[in-house]
């Protein structure tokens, strides 16, 4: 069992800068990949970016050169940093964890945090 607790969102302007935290807690063994996906209004769910347990990054051509992706092994965190906001980037955002539970050797989990809204307006 592994819950995902997301902060940090709310209201910025074209330009603008907001970072998005995520903590994980539970029956974690390992966290293999931590992500971060987003929803708009209408469309489906896509990843962000995300990133491995060992560091390496990748992110939607979108948001490249602008998000950085980053996480905390020994607190089971992972942060994003937005900057040089979009209207574009307004949407509901997900934290997103996978990796094995403790207990159970090859057993893995795919947990998703509750969503926190992002809104890009001028």
């Known amino acids: 069992q592994v819950q995902l607790v997301e902060s940090g969102g709310g209201l910025a302007q074209p330009g603008g800068s907001l970072g998005l935290s995520c903590a994980a807690s539970?029956?974690?063994?390992?966290?293999?990949?931590m992500g971060w996906y987003r929803q708009a209004p209408g469309k489906q769910r896509d990843l962000v970016a995300n990133i491995t347990k060992g560091g390496a990054t990748n992110y939607v051509e979108a948001v490249k050169g602008r998000f950085t992706i980053s996480r905390d092994n020994a607190k089971n965190a992972v942060y994003l940093q937005m900057n040089s906001l979009k209207p574009e980037d307004t949407a509901v955002y997900y934290c997103?964890?996978?990796?094995?539970?403790?207990?159970?050797?090859?057993?893995?989990?795919?947990?998703w945090g509750q969503g926190t809204q992002v809104t890009v307006s001028s």
């Open positions: 997103n964890a996978v990796g094995e539970v403790v207990g159970g050797i090859g057993m893995y989990y795919d947990s």
């Open positions: 539970g029956s974690i063994f390992s966290i293999d990949v």
